[in-house]
Nanobody, 121 residues
Framework: QVRLVESGGGLVQPGGSLRLSCAAL????????MGWYRQAPGKERELVAG???????NYPDSVKGRFTIFRDNAKNTVDLQMNSLKPEDTAVYYC???????????????WGPGTQVTVSS
């Protein structure tokens, strides 16, 4: 019932910008941490940006200063603003959220289906 829906992926030139959006849908009691991950062909999935419910964020060095994650707790959304994009940013980007549905007291880790980001001239 609970699911994550992503949008905003696409093709962009190096140096360009994209904004990814993710909405958590369904019967939700609470959302704790949220984040964005990415996976390029032949590589492991890696954290791009994370944000806790209190707004604390963390980024790997590869994107620090270029990417910004933010959330809207009232709308159950988390966005990723990506600037100064590089070809090595090309990957499938996945939304992630720690969610407690209304029908359970347990926290589950939910993933979006992924959205393709391609950075190329």
């Amino acid at each position: 019932q609970v699911r994550l829906v992503e949008s905003g992926g696409g093709l962009v030139q190096p140096g360009g910008s994209l904004r990814l959006s993710c909405a958590a849908l369904g019967s939700i009691s609470r959302i704790d941490a949220m984040g964005w991950y990415r996976q390029a062909p032949g590589k492991e999935r890696e954290l791009v940006a994370g944000i806790r419910s209190d707004g604390n964020t963390n980024y790997p060095d590869s994107v620090k200063g270029r990417f910004t994650i933010f959330r809207d707790n009232a709308k159950n959304t988390v966005d990723l603003q990506m600037n100064s994009l590089k070809p090595e940013d090309t990957a499938v980007y996945y939304c992630n959220a720690q969610i407690v549905p209304t029908y359970t007291v347990y926290v589950g880790r939910y993933w979006g289906p992924g959205t393709q980001v391609t950075v190329s001239s």
